[in-house]
């Protein structure tokens, strides 16, 4: 077996089960599971209806579908970067659906990784494990770059030293990112723009989570938005990553598009060819329905802007956080080792969070995971409310 097999760290949820295999919830209150970041929020019921017409599904069943994506899908995806990015993305060219961004990401990293003998891949920390697993299966070193209180959980990019980004081939961006919530701001995209063109590597840019923001009039930038507002027009060396497992509560559709320079996105298709990983034809067929609908996009914003309204003022009683740009999670600090706050408050109020350490790694002498919790406001909200109002008070009295 690949010896870089055994490089990989297991898993948050593997770990989480391991904290919790001896430990019993408390049986007086009804479990709350946040910490899955899995929306649960209803799917659109037309994309139901697409996937099951028995005439249409019939066809799709009987064809191997196109690794490229058919010109339907990719024509909506296009359309919907101009609308909310005011990005102009050839559809011929500068997209690839995939099948959600976490596949995406993972063999993205396989496909650079290789030009640089001593090659580094850079990484925000706390970070989505995926990065970390397609760094170090590319035979690169992952370098990470914290995000913490001080910083105001900002990863500090420009504390990288130049001897860094000399080695670096791929920088992992996620904005707004996971766990954090914090969305980088588009001088430091820029900035960052230029450090690839100086020292020749690309940016791979997570923002599956763009689509979930506090504030209707005011939705985060993406970094395909911000090239081009530079001039950067055919977006070199940019690449984005888009789900609809967020944005449309359909996690289980495993569907998603990377878009960006044109370039790159010819040798990732080729690729993709080898891998094999086409979307099935009803897939294709769905998501192009839900791309070209943002009505379905807004009703759902609404539900986490009903949490999060609720949820705040209550939290706030017992917790440090900032409030996040984007995203349905909270990233609160406990004071406290965070696995055996994870691990009491299960036992006493029958709630499961995610460690922040679990997302995290040590570097630079410090986890800034640590003393940290994930909270994923995915459930029901009167769940999501009880599950605050107990933790707040056990977190007060324990």
Known sequence: MNPRLQRLEAYPFERMNLLKAEATGNPAHPHVALSIGEPRHAPPSFIIEALTEPDLLAKDLATYPATRG?????????????????????????ILPVAGTREALFSFGQAVFGRKSDAIGILPNPFYQIYEGAVLLGGATPYFVNADPASHYQPDYRAVPEAVWSRCELLYLCSP?????????????????????????????DECYSEIYPDEANPPQGLLQVAASAGRTGFERCVVFHSLSKRSNLPGLRSGFVAGDARILDDYFQYRTYEGCALPAQVQRASTLAWADEAHVVANRALYRQKFELLTPLLSEAFEFQQPDGGFYHWLNV????????????????????????????????????????????????????????????????
């Open 335 to 398: 004071g406290i080792d965070d696995q055996a706050f994870t691990l009491e408050l299960f036992k006493a109020e029958n709630i499961t969070v995610l460690p922040g350490s679990y997302l995290s790694r040590q570097a630079h002498g410090v986890n800034p995971g640590y003393g940290h919790i994930r909270v994923a406001w995915v459930a029901a909200l009167e769940d999501c409310q009880s599950a605050a109002r107990r933790m707040v008070d056990w977190a007060l009295h324990r």
């Open 177 to 205: 990112g996971n766990p954090t919530g914090r969305s980088l701001d588009p001088a430091t995209l820029l900035w960052l723009l230029d450090l690839a063109d100086r020292h020749d590597f690309v940016i791979a840019a």
């Open 70 to 94: 058919s010109s339907e899908l990719r024509e909506a995806i296009a359309a919907w970067l101009l609308r909310r990015f005011a990005a102009s993305v050839n559809p011929d060219t500068q």
